[in-house]
T-cell receptor, first 114, second 115 residues
Framework: DQQVKQNSPSLSVQEGRISILNCDYT??????FLWYKKYPAEGPTFLIS?????DKNEDGRFTVFLNKSAKHLSLHIVPSQPGDSAVYFC?????????????FGKGTKLSVKP | EAGVAQSPRYKIIEKRQSVAFWCNPI?????LYWYQQILGQGPKLLIQ????????DSQLPKDRFSAERLKGVDSTLKIQPAKLEDSAVYLC?????????????FGPGTRLTVL
């Protein structure tokens, strides 16, 4: 039973345009959400996070939006750059009730074309 | 600041053989995690240590997998005997502590192929 779902295995975007990566979750106890970026042959790297008390968090070109009623979050990258081409993992945690274990989605492979 | 180190980077073994992976977390990080990432899936937590104590090993197949973090620093994950379905990337991560929104830093992983 997947608690964190990334339904798009891949996404292709033109350089300079917006990339929108989506993530859905089923566990209403999740209170913290993270996005990780992964290049081939490297471990995942933390990108941006959001607490359930917020609905938006912004860091430079990256913005994460959280819709708790829909149990949905999205990562917006504006403008997209070729170096953003990677696999993006959505992860969730119940920090309020556990030790910080992360539950990951399957990932979305983003390709940004020059 | 040095990152999380893992070795070996790649390992190929026959089924029923044994294998061990090593992880050195970022200096000062109290919490250490081992994840298994099967091709096409996201990382799945196998075991979490807080210093040298186990916090969560609920998803560790204990009949064949074992892990230790004897001095609260380095950690070893062992598989004995390996099965074909153990082929995956094994990721080690560390954080300052557990909970409290601590970011987890990942190592490059060990890619295991079981033939």
């Amino acid at each position: 039973d997947q608690q964190v779902k990334q339904n798009s295995p891949s996404l292709s975007v033109q350089e300079g345009r917006i990339s929108i990566l989506n993530c859905d979750y089923t566990n209403s106890m999740f209170d913290y959400f993270l996005w990780y970026k992964k290049y081939p042959a490297e471990g995942p790297t933390f990108l941006i996070s959001i607490s359930s008390i917020k609905d938006k968090n912004e860091d430079g070109r990256f913005t994460v939006f959280l819709n708790k009623s829909a149990k949905h979050l999205s990562l917006h990258i504006v403008p997209s750059q070729p170096g953003d081409s990677a696999v993006y993992f959505c992860a969730a945690s119940n920090y309020g009730g556990s030790q910080g274990n992360l539950i990951f989605g399957k990932g979305t492979k983003l390709s940004v074309k020059p | 600041e040095a990152g999380v180190a893992q070795s070996p980077r790649y390992k190929i073994i026959e089924k029923r053989q044994s294998v061990a992976f090593w992880c050195n977390p970022i200096s000062g990080h109290a919490t250490l995690y081992w994840y298994q990432q099967i091709l096409g899936q996201g990382p799945k937590l196998l075991i979490q240590f807080q210093n040298n104590g186990v916090v969560d090993d609920s998803q560790l197949p204990k009949d064949r997998f074992s892990a230790e973090r004897l001095k609260g620093v380095d950690s070893t994950l062992k598989i004995q005997p390996a099965k074909l379905e153990d082929s995956a990337v094994y990721l080690c991560a560390s954080s300052w502590t557990s909970g409290n929104y601590n970011e987890q830093f990942f190592g490059p992983g060990t890619r295991l192929t079981v033939l």
